[in-house]
């Protein structure tokens, strides 16, 4: 929309003065990461937070602004932030990642994130993407359309964001420290929680847990983020069904359900009708895991779905969680998932490939003198265990500078064996800082492949700097020959973090239309810890708008 310059100094000046109560085309918050006391949970200790809030702030924002995030670090640890689904078109530096586009900020240093939000809209979160900080330190980032622009569903009267997490009552950077030095794997959670509560049916907090009051007769729109470290959710309330509308920020074809899964960097809007008159019903959250080997922490969330007038003498509802190993609800939920693919909201899935990639992705093994198993446990894309460089990636792209990664990384396995049959004997892995180069406007096809290595189990792999189009899922091992027959090129699901199956596959589309270095990873911040992580550098195209911005002159050194 064309507009008068003068209005745009009055919004310019409204935006500085009140920040989020005006229409504002620039958005500004300030974020101090301190230290601060949680006392309503099971262990009061002093976490990481920002402005010393447990979930962070939410950050709001419309379709086409510019969001200025000043970020002032006054903890011991080094910080960054990352916005996880922005797209961040040339504005890579803003991306957040530690060592892949900035330097992370060191105590008493501060960055002002500044990125403009285009064509996107929904639900997405922000979270510390340095170390295990996002445990504590994350937030929702809601995108509301467009000023008259409505929702492709009827309008609800109310909008709740829902952040489901995990609470450990250690440090978490002492939990997977000591994984570290053993060699195994860091201990689970105490307790899960929603908007920062396990809930009254938890021992990690016997006075009460969140009440979410609705009024009867009304729709109510959840934004769900699951903010967890390390584990998959299943979310339900009792005697309400669920109407999924919304998926990593894309609007999907409505459907009702009762439970949804979550996978930690994913985001679900749903719409609950409150069609019960009056009451109390439980909201639960609880952990999906289907290898009976792998320990979860298997305490469920709780919270009450409070309809306003209902007698405090009232019994809540309650309701079960599912069985942690419910692969049924899970593929159930996963299966529904559609784009919407309406005529202003259409799925854009490339059609012709130019690249066609398989990364296997599971664990493996290193030895080490040291461990308790004289092994030990890491994670890898294609037999690479990602190590992390010194120096930001995006800097070392932009600026040319050699010996910091190499744009080998393989394509394919560079040794094909049955990835989902017996485990072959040599377990270790190669180390590597290897990327993936791609030219601007190159078409990705990518098969991850879940590998039986160790221990099965589905890895949620986000992407950065890209929505991508789940266009096939199976169980077993990807078989070019059929598989592609069943692809679907219509209305696949478009998100930016997506289940890979356990012992499974799932087949991915992307456009490299966002030149920079773009970090790819399992979500479970375990495996990124381990080395399940690489990144792609797409090259800047030759148009005007096709390279990666300069710089930000604030950007944080090394
Ligand atoms: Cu939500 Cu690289 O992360």
Redesign the pocket.
């Known amino acids: 929309m064309a507009m008068v310059p003068w209005i745009r100094v009055v919004l310019l000046v409204a935006c500085l003065c009140f920040p989020v109560s005006v229409e504002c085309m620039v958005r500004h918050y300030k974020f101090n990461v301190v230290q601060k006391n949680i006392s309503r949970l099971c262990s009061s200790k002093p976490i990481v937070t920002v402005n010393g809030r447990y979930p962070g702030p939410t950050i709001y924002a419309r379709e086409d602004d510019t969001v200025l995030i000043k970020v002032v670090n006054h903890v011991k640890y080094n910080v960054s932030i990352?916005w996880?689904g922005i797209r961040q078109l040339r504005t890579g530096w803003a991306d957040g990642?530690a060592y892949i586009t900035q330097c992370p900020i060191q105590p008493g240093q501060q960055y002002v994130y500044n990125f403009t939000i285009t064509g996107q809209r929904g639900t997405l979160w922000w979270?510390a993407?340095i170390l295990w900080l996002r445990a504590t330190v994350h937030g929702a980032l809601v995108i509301l359309p467009k000023l008259g622009v409505p929702y492709p569903f009827p309008a609800p009267q109310k909008e709740l964001v829902v952040i489901l997490g995990e609470w450990w009552k250690l440090d978490t950077e002492a939990v997977i420290n000591e994984a570290l030095r053993s060699g195994l794997a860091p201990n689970v959670s105490d307790a899960h929680t929603i908007n920062g509560h396990p809930g009254p049916l938890s021992t990690c907090q016997p006075q009460g847990g969140l009440k979410l009051p609705v009024r009867p007769g009304k729709t109510y729109m959840l934004r769900i983020i699951n903010a967890a470290l390390n584990e998959e959710l299943f979310f339900k309330i009792a005697n309400h069904k669920l109407t999924v509308v919304e998926v990593d920020a894309v609007y999907t074809k409505p459907f009702k359900i009762d439970t949804i899964l979550i996978a930690p960097?994913q985001t679900t809007n749903v719409l609950v009708t409150t069609n019960l008159g009056s009451g109390k019903f439980l909201v639960a959250a609880s952990p999906f895991m289907d290898n009976p080997t792998i320990v979860v922490d298997n305490k469920t969330a709780t919270a009450t779905l409070h309809y306003i007038g209902t007698l405090q003498s009232t019994k809540t509802i309650l309701t079960a969680p599912p069985p942690q190993n419910a692969t049924i609800v899970a593929t159930n939920f996963t299966n529904s998932l559609k784009s919407l693919n309406s005529i202003r909201f259409p799925a854009r899935v490339p059609l012709k490939v130019d690249h066609s990639l398989l990364f296997t992705v599971g664990l493996g093994l290193h030895t080490c003198a040291s461990c308790t198993n004289g092994n030990r446990v890491v994670a890898d894309i294609n037999n690479v265990t990602f190590v992390m460089p010194k120096i930001a990636l995006l800097q070392a792209h932009f600026f040319n500078t050699s010996g910091v990664f190499t744009d080998d990384f393989p394509g394919n396995p560079l040794n094909p064996y049955n990835y989902t049959g017996t485990q072959p004997t040599n377990l270790q892995t190669r180390k590597g800082t290897r990327l993936y180069r791609l030219a601007y406007d190159s078409t990705v096809q990518l098969v991850l492949q879940g590998t039986g290595m160790i221990a099965p189990e589905t890895h949620p792999v986000?992407l950065?700097g890209f929505n991508f189009f789940e266009v096939g899922r199976g169980l077993g091992n990807f078989n070019p020959k059929k598989d592609p027959k069943k692809f679907n090129l219509v209305d696949p699901v478009e998100r930016n973090t997506i289940g890979v199956p356990s012992n499974g596959w799932t087949a991915i589309r992307f456009k490299a239309d966002n030149p920079g270095v773009w970090?790819m990873?399992c979500?479970l911040e375990v495996h990124t810890t381990w080395g399940l992580k690489m990144a792609f550098v797409v090259d800047n195209g030759k148009g005007p708008n096709e390279s990666v911005l300069p710089p930000p002159s604030d950007l944080p050194k090394c």
Do not use: R, V
Request: no cysteine.
């Open positions: 990352h996880h990642p979270h993407h960097g986000h950065h970090f990873h979500h």
